[in-house]
Each structure stands twice: as C-alpha cells, then as structure tokens.
C-alpha cells in the first residue's frame, strides 16, 4: 500500500549475491539481499561479523561485481567506483598523508572533475568549516586524532556532494567518547543539508541512533533478515532501548539455536 | 568480602602551581649544545681527522699513510689548479647519466610490474637473477660491447641503479594500503593516473630509499670502473686520478681523491637527499 506513494528509490539492490576468493575458498559473503534507499535515508546495513556488510557497501561503491543481481544508482547500472559514491572507510589510513586537510580534500574535487582552482579550495574550506577544522586546515594527517582524520574524511565526503555517501563502520576505531560525539555531529550535518548515507555498523545502539531504516543482515552468508524503521529521534529513550531489545534477540535467536547444534 | 569493608570517598583539592618549583627549565647551554647532532658529529670528525695526523707524523712515511695536513694540502692544490674539480665534474656527469637512464628504466618496469601480473612476475625474475650481480662482473663484457667509453660506464651504473631502484619501489607500491587505492579509485583514477597520483606519493618513502642505494651503488661502481679502465673519452675521472696518482707515487694525492669521493657521498646523502627528505616523508610522517 504504502509503495504507491513512494518515488523511485535512489538506491537500488536487488537480489545482489556477492562472493569473493581467497587463496583456498570461495567465500559467499551475501545471499540475494534485496532493498532500496530513498533520497535523504539515513540507511544503516546491520549485522555481525561476517554477514558481508562491508563487502554489500564495497559493491554498491563499485568495487566489486555482483555475481547475481543488480545495484542501480538513480536508475543506472554501478560497474565501476565513482564520485557520486563516496567512501568514508574505518580506517585511519584514508586520508592522503602528503596533503594536507585542506588539499585533502581538494584533490578529491579536482581528481574527479568537479571543481577547479578556487572554487574547489572554497568548497573545501566551507566543508571544513562544518566539520569545525578550520584551524586544522593546514595540517598534515598524521598530526590529527583518529576522531579528526574521521571527520576530515566525512568532509571530504560531504564536499563532493555524492548522491550517496557510503561510510563503512567509520567510527568503530575509535573511543567511545569520541564516537558518541561524532555520531551526534554526523546527525547535525545532516539535519543541515539531508544527504542520503548508507552506514555499515556491527553496533545495534548505533544504528537505531543514526539510521531512519535499518536493515538486519544473517551471517554466514549475509541474507536480509529484516528492513525496519528506526524510532524517532526526539522519541523517549524507552521506545529506542526497546527496539534495540527486539534487534538484539533477532540477530542472536539463531546463536542459540546453532550452540544447541554443536 | 570487599562489600564489607565500607572505604570513604576522597576527593582532594590541587596543589596550586607556585608549589611545583619547576614546570618548565630551559636546559643549561652544554646540555643544548649536546643535543645538536651536528656538534656531536663534527666532535667526531675532528677526533678522527686528529687520530690521523698523530699517526701519521708517528709513522713518518708518506708513501704508506700521509698525514691528514699532508692531504689537506694535496687537496687544496687539485682544487686549487682545478685537477680536482674537474675529475669529479667528469665522474659526477657520467653518473648522472648512467643514474637517470637507470631511474628510467627502473619506472618503466615497476609501473609494468604493478598493472599487469605478467609484469609482476618479469620484475620478480629479472632482479633475483641480476641483483647479485657486481656490477663490476659486467665491465669486461660491456667493454667489449660498448668499448672504451662512456657507454661501458653507463652500461654497468645502469646495472647497479636498476635493480635496488625498482625492488624498493615495487616493494613500496605493493605495501601501498588497500585503503589508499580505493580512495584513488573512488576519485574514479585508474591505470597510470591512479599510480602516478596515489601509488608514486604513498609509496613516496620506499621510492626514496632505493634511490639513495641506487646512488651509493652506481657512485661506487663508477669509482671502481674508472680504477680498472680510467680514461673514458679522453676525460678521465676520480677514479682515473687516484689511479694516476698512485703510479706517480703521489700518496697524498690518492688520500686527496679518496677524500673528494668521501665529501661528495656526504654532500649528496647529507644534502641533497636530506633535504628532499624533510620536505617530502618526514613532512608527512611517513618516515620519523
């Protein structure tokens, strides 16, 4: 019923079966995972190790092909990465160590075509600016925090105004601190702009924080187990610490049953 | 049973700054002057060169050591006449020859190496099978090739640049973190663009190193091929004067050319190379 009202979705996975070798396997990392992203989602893929989260948004990045099924981005079939896909990875390392955050993320306007010149070097410092590094613009990556680098990162993201930003577990590395402040700034950001992100994470209290969909992923090999919407975010803490009670015993009702096999 | 145990809480008031004496000193003059590299160094160099000259003069014998004021002198007559200088001005334009074409070369076959396996495989064989090999193993064989001329030499220095050069670049580009070419790829580079813009930079500090061994490997070739054919279209070079000289039975003047040979290694590695470094790795910190 509700189909009717909805537009065409941005994002599109249909029965997407990812596999990938290794030196001895063939390892079948996702089970024809269906499910779409509407413009302005906060998208979250939730699951435990080894459900092939990662390797899901690697696909939808174009940087690895589908050995059945389809990701259409706005209609378009993904064979390869591109700008209107940005990456934001756990990984410290992301950031281009010779450049310094401001040509950070220049380089990535100008490498890709967007910007040239001073445009792309205002676009940068305004970017900056949201992720309130502008003191830091100067700096070279290896003098920032971990949280720092994140956020340069997120910028870089932002600056190039993808269709999609796809950020994989991009706070996970780092403490919980600094991760809870960041996942607050990550959600002002979008309440500024709404842009569409799809957010792999392993932690339920996360993605019922961040995402407005969640959906939950089974290991071994990922196969979608659930697509369902997070609660509001003003909502009482009671409605979300109970929607992560009901994520949790989901996720882990086969733990039991698979120890009780053993 | 630490339940039953009931400890108070404590919460204690700071001690104000007055009361910690020292926060920050500055330390005494001796203690800076020691912390300068250079100083300590140069304490070093003078030490030696002063061990020399006592031995020198102990020995009384210039045909088997002469002494380091011996030598100094002898230097400063090369340079003076100009001997010197232009010895090492036709030695260093012979290596930068053979360095750059070896540079080249050493491109052309990792960037080969990193977008195909073929390549891959073509690098790993060649440099395991002529890495170990001395340069100098090759000289009579490029004499007979080249002749007795400037492409013998290239044709050994190659020898000795090419292989380090390209093991620790290609070493560097593989270590280059699957994070990095995603970002690269992302920006939507690929082929040379990907591996001139993201794998050249990250791989920036291996690149590096190879070069400096490059160098030492390819200067000291050099040095050893002029000594065992020496002129080389009509120039002769550091090599050549040491080996003139000792048939002259001008020791000095063999101290004088080994010391030229020394002082450029050190003005290469100390400045040149340096330089580059603290303005590239260092820089980024990706070398401490």
């Known amino acids: ?262 | 049973m630490s339940e039953d145990i009931s400890r108070p809480e404590i919460t204690r008031e700071l001690s104000s700054s007055e009361e910690f004496g020292v926060i920050q000193q500055k330390l005494t003059i001796f203690e800076q002057l020691f912390n300068q590299v250079w100083l300590r160094k140069v304490v070093i160099l003078i030490l030696i060169a002063a061990t020399w000259e006592l031995y020198g003069r102990h020995l009384d014998n210039q045909l088997l050591v002469p002494t380091f004021s011996d030598t100094v002198i002898a230097l400063w007559g090369g340079l003076k006449s100009g001997v010197l200088i232009d010895r090492a001005a036709t030695s260093i334009q012979v290596l930068l020859i053979g360095f750059g074409v070896g540079v080249a070369l050493a491109a052309l076959l990792t960037i080969l190496a990193i977008t195909t396996r073929v390549g891959t495989d073509f690098l790993e064989t060649v440099t395991a099978m002529f890495s170990p090999l001395p340069a100098i193993a090759l000289l009579p064989l490029a004499l007979i090739w080249f002749g007795l001329g400037i492409g013998s030499l290239v044709f050994v220095m190659v020898h000795s640049v090419l292989w380090p050069l390209a093991l620790n670049t290609h070493a560097g580009f593989r270590a280059v973190s699957p994070t990095l070419r995603m970002v690269g790829r992302n920006y939507g580079l690929s082929g040379l663009g990907l591996v001139l813009k993201i794998l050249i930079p990250a791989a920036f500090p291996s690149i590096l190193a190879g070069l400096k061994i490059g160098w030492a490997f390819a200067w000291r070739t050099l040095i050893a091929a002029e000594l065992v054919f020496g002129v080389a279209s009509g120039k002769g070079g550091l090599g050549w004067y040491i080996f003139e000289s000792k048939n002259q039975l001008d020791i000095p003047e063999v101290f004088a050319g080994l010391l030229t040979i020394i002082m450029i290694g050190l003005l290469v590695e100390n400045v040149i190379f340096r330089t580059i470094e603290n303005r590239t790795v260092r820089r980024w910190g990706m070398q401490h």
């Open chain 1, 1 to 262: 019923m509700l189909d009717h009202t909805l537009p065409p979705p941005l994002l599109d996975v249909r029965g997407v079966t990812l596999q990938y070798k290794t030196r001895e396997h063939l390892v079948t990392a996702t089970y024809r995972v269906d499910f779409s992203v509407q413009r302005s989602d906060r998208f979250v893929l939730l699951g435990p190790s080894g459900c092939g989260k990662s390797t899901l948004l690697k696909a939808v990045g174009g940087y690895i092909a589908p050995v059945e099924g389809e990701i259409h981005l706005k209609g378009t079939k993904i064979t390869r990465p591109g700008p209107d896909r940005m990456m934001v990875f756990q990984e410290f390392d992301q950031l281009l160590p010779w450049k310094t955050v401001r040509q950070n993320v220049m380089f990535a306007l100008e490498t890709s075509g967007k910007l040239r010149g001073k445009a792309a070097d205002d676009k940068a410092m305004q970017n900056i600016e949201k992720v309130h590094l502008t003191r830091f613009a100067d700096a070279y990556p290896h003098t920032l925090s971990g949280g720092m680098k994140q956020r340069v990162a997120i910028a870089r993201g932002m600056a190039m105004e993808p269709d999609i930003l796809l950020m994989d577990e991009p706070f996970a590395a780092l403490d919980a601190l600094t991760r809870q402040r960041m996942q607050d700034e990550l959600l002002a950001l979008w309440d500024e702009t709404k842009f569409t992100v799809l957010f792999v994470t392993h932690s339920i209290a996360e993605a019922v924080k961040i995402g407005n969909r969640i959906l939950l992923l089974s290991p071994h090999p990922g196969q979608v187990k659930a697509e369902m919407n997070s609660v509001a975010r003003d909502a009482d803490p009671a409605h979300a610490a109970a929607l992560e009670a009901r994520i949790h015993d989901m996720l882990f009702a086969d733990r039991v049953e698979e120890d009780e096999h053993v």
